[in-house]
Antibody, heavy 118, light 108 residues
Framework: QVQLQEPGPRLLKPSGTLSLTCAVSDASININNWWTWVRQTPEKGLEWLGE???????NYNPSLRSRLTISVDKSKDQFSLRLTSVTATDTAVYYCAREAGGGKLDHWGQGALVTVSP | EIVLTQSPGTLSLSPGEKATLSCRASQGFSSTYLAWYQQRPGQTPRLLIY???SRAPGVPDRFSGSGSGTDFTLTISKLEPEDFAVYYC?????????FGQGTKVEIK
């Protein structure tokens, strides 16, 4: 059973940088899946942020492209999110997920609560 | 960007009743790229349906999906207590891959 593990809650100050890493277990990040980040807020619901392939090809949501970087470390079976210049609107639960064929997200991490506050 | 509009926002039903949830897209796309997710309170979203009509492993057969083009439907034939949750549709046909705003199925 594929498992995705995210870090615990984070508290950031505005203008800071958010870094999250998702560890993949019971599956290799090298196999033919893309790996995705999604966030959720009460106001906007679920928002797809971006994805990365095992070879490092990326696809970002245009609304975040200037601030977002997704990277992969195949040697550690993990992938990461880096979001710069955060504001209160980046406060959300951040999920990592595995994208299976056709784009469906068939395995999710438990979510990491990120709060941006002065 | 493809906008997905789900209706109704809230569905109030009793256990044993049938639930019909709608997801309408701002432009048409292949049904291959339409998925439905269930999110129970305090839990992570769970894949229910992919390719508009295929059930994910372990999903009971009371859940079914249908539709094409711009109109998609999730049907729960007889609601069980554990089915009261929020349901989201998602399109993966065109980046950015967008979600609907969700339909909450609540106990009447």
């Amino acid at each position: 059973q594929v498992q995705l593990q995210e870090p615990g809650p984070r508290l950031l100050k505005p203008s800071g940088t958010l870094s999250l890493t998702c560890a993949v277990s019971d599956a290799s990040i090298n196999i033919n899946n893309w790996w995705t980040w999604v966030r959720q807020t009460p106001e906007k619901g679920l928002e797809w942020l971006g994805e990365i392939s095992p070879t490092g090809a990326t696809n970002y949501n245009p609304s975040l492209r200037s601030r977002l970087t997704i990277s992969v470390d195949k040697s550690k079976d993990q992938f990461s999110l880096r979001l710069t210049s955060v504001t209160a609107t980046d406060t959300a639960v951040y999920y990592c997920a595995r994208e299976a064929g056709g784009g469906k997200l068939d395995h999710w991490g438990q979510g990491a609560l990120v709060t941006v506050s002065p | 960007e493809i906008v997905l509009t789900q209706s109704p926002g809230t569905l109030s039903l009793s256990p044993g009743e049938k639930a019909t949830l709608s997801c309408r897209a701002s432009q048409g796309f292949s049904s291959t790229y339409l998925a439905w997710y269930q999110q129970r309170p305090g839990q992570t979203p769970r894949l229910l349906i992919y390719g508009a009509s295929s059930r994910a492993p372990g999903v009971p057969d009371r859940f079914s999906g249908s539709g094409s083009g711009t109109d998609f439907t999730l049907t729960i034939s007889k609601l069980e207590p554990e089915d009261f949750a929020v349901y989201y549709c998602q399109q993966c046909a065109d980046s950015p891959y967008t979600f609907g705003q969700g339909t909450k199925v609540e106990i009447k």
